[in-house]
């Protein structure tokens, strides 16, 4: 039987480039090491500029299929979780381990997002959206944004671009200078921003695996993330500083509403690869702060933590992912 060549897409235009070539080693490495009897691992990597690289070989993106059988999608924001890349594939006539082409603009942008999960009757926290084309345009427009948002959502606040993940450049502002700042800091970045309320509570992650253990949305054990800053970072949450514990402490109400907003984000997303939700479990709310369309992969990565509380090895998800591309 010939093995069925995997490439591994990984790093990318956005700025989670790094956290990308993670995800991407991470899953080559068990490719290689433990799958290497049905898998050939491919590296497919995309330069900062977008040039195609295969075995460290520039390609143009249409001959890909001459190279591999299926890709496993390790790109992380832009490109990877905004259907980009689904698109080239579906193109090309190549499976991919997710599909994006329908929602994934609304993954990978959070304003879409908030939209999705207030349509599903579910919480998000508040929040403003900071355009750079109107502040480029009108001097007063950033003061102006920054009054408004002083006046509707009550300090303090969480600046974060409004595309992207990874914690990439999120700030907390506690004082009406500290908003101007972040804004002025922000847009100086990224096209627009996202202003949202900060919420007091415990921060859970939450995830699910399509089609694991005969059920069609099979939900991994909620874990808290344990940090010593206010806001998860991006340098915290990929440097290592950060703990996922146990939810024994949660109230069996809490958990089957966690529950619920899982199997309800599964339902409308329709997802072929894993997916991680990030929330907040306030005293009488919980909030939805962000979907993860493509969940790091690698040592002390919210997913894996989850899957090892379930007796899933590494290997045996990355099996799982692959089962439906069958046999060459």
Not at 142 to 147: D, F, G, P, T, Y
Not at 181 to 190: E, I, K, Q, S, T
Request: with cysteine; net charge negative; proline share 5%.
């Amino acid at each position: 039987m010939e093995k069925i060549r995997v490439g591994v897409v990984r790093g990318g235009i956005s700025p989670e480039y790094s956290v990308s070539l993670k995800t991407g080693a991470t899953v080559l490495g068990i490719l290689r090491s433990e799958l290497s009897d049905r898998y050939e691992a491919i590296d497919v990597l995309i330069d900062r500029e977008g040039i195609w690289h295969v075995r460290g070989m520039p390609i143009e993106p249409e001959t890909l299929g001459e190279y591999i059988d299926v890709v496993w999608n390790a790109l992380h924001g832009e490109y990877g979780e905004d259907g980009m890349l689904d698109s080239i594939l579906e193109s090309l006539r190549i499976p991919s381990t997710t599909r994006f082409q329908f929602l994934g603009d609304t993954i990978s942008n959070k304003h879409k997002t908030k939209e999705l999960i207030k349509n599903l009757g579910l919480g998000t926290p508040n929040h403003e959206i900071v355009r750079k084309d109107l502040a480029e345009i009108n001097n007063e427009y950033l003061v102006s944004e920054a009054k408004k948002i002083f006046t509707k959502i009550s300090p303090p606040w969480v600046v974060k671009p409004l595309v992207g993940g990874s914690s990439i450049d999120v700030r907390l502002a506690r004082t009406f200078d500290e908003l101007l700042l972040a804004l002025y800091d922000g847009l100086a970045l990224y096209d627009d921003l996202l202003v949202e309320e900060y919420v007091y509570g415990r921060e859970i992650v939450a995830g699910m695996i399509p089609n694991f253990r005969n059920e069609n949305h099979y939900q991994l054990l909620p874990l808290e993330i344990h940090k010593k800053e206010s806001l998860l970072s991006h340098s915290t949450r990929h440097g290592g500083d950060v703990r996922f514990l146990d939810t024994h402490t949660l109230h069996p109400f809490e958990k089957e509403e966690i529950h619920g907003i899982v199997r309800s984000l599964a339902e409308i997303l329709g997802h072929t690869h894993a997916f991680t939700v990030d929330m907040i479990v306030a005293p009488r709310k919980i909030v939805i702060l962000e979907v993860d369309g493509v969940p790091a992969l690698g040592e002390n990565t919210p997913l894996f933590s989850m899957l090892e509380k379930v007796g899933c090895t590494p290997k045996q998800f990355v099996e799982h992912i692959l089962a439906p591309h069958g046999t060459r």
